[in-house]
């Protein structure tokens, strides 16, 4: 099935540090979505990003949907504790308006 | 304000054993969809529904079964379990709006021994 090629795996980083992340697809999407996941609990979505070049920030956080349609990132600057979790990125494929292909996940800790 | 909830949040099955993961939404979300998550991997579709009555199979959906009687409630149905169904079991839920993030329930953590 389709993937997405998410990196880096893990990062450990300093807290107050910037962060970025990014997602790769050989298939056109028209729907770029970040999630974060805390330990025991499900995905909670971050940014949504519908439109080719669209940047879209949600607080420290910021998002792109590549010119391409097949990439997009996410920087978090002045990382701090609570930014800790697994970051996922999920797109959709033009023409499946139902279904999400996600990204492998991005670990992120932050040490103090 | 409850959105997606997911019952058990853990369970334990022997080899042959069957159950229902339950997974119920109060959005009036049409469309819903059970992922499963493997230890340092993104999540695979297994099934999905756009309405009541309607089903179809995402990418890994051997082994797995589901209906859509309410537009609440879509229970995943485990037959005869097998230990690489040891997994997380995450439920989400969406508008119809082909723009509409997905919204998570909280998963059930299955082990098959």
Request: proline share 4%; with cysteine; hydrophobic share 30%.
């Amino acid at each position: 099935g389709q993937q997405l090629n998410q990196s880096p795996q893990s990062m450990f980083i300093q807290e107050g540090e910037d962060v970025s992340m990014n997602c790769t697809s050989s298939s056109i999407f028209n729907t770029w979505l970040w999630y974060k996941q805390d330990p025991g609990e499900g995905p909670v979505l971050l940014i949504a990003l519908y439109k080719a070049g669209e940047l879209t920030s949600n607080g420290r956080l910021t998002a792109q949907f590549g010119i391409t349609r097949k990439d997009s990132f996410l920087n978090i600057s002045a990382s701090i504790p609570s930014d800790v979790g697994i970051y996922f990125c999920a797109g959709r494929l033009t023409g499946t308006a139902s279904k999400l292909t996600f990204g492998t996940g991005t670990r992120l800790q932050v040490t103090l | 304000n409850a959105g997606v909830t997911q019952t058990p949040k853990f369970r334990i099955l022997k080899i042959g054993q069957s159950m229902t993961l339950q997974c119920t939404q109060d959005m009036n979300h049409n469309y819903m969809y059970w992922y499963r998550q493997d230890p340092g991997m993104g999540l695979k579709l297994i099934y999905y529904s756009v309405g009541a009555g309607i089903t179809d199979k995402g990418e890994v959906p051997n082994g797995y079964n589901v209906s859509r009687s309410t537009t609440e409630d879509f229970p995943l149905r485990l037959e005869l379990a097998a230990p690489s169904q040891t997994s997380v079991y995450f439920c989400a839920s969406s508008y119809r709006d082909r723009n509409s993030p997905l919204h998570f329930g909280n998963g059930t953590r299955l082990t098959v021994t």
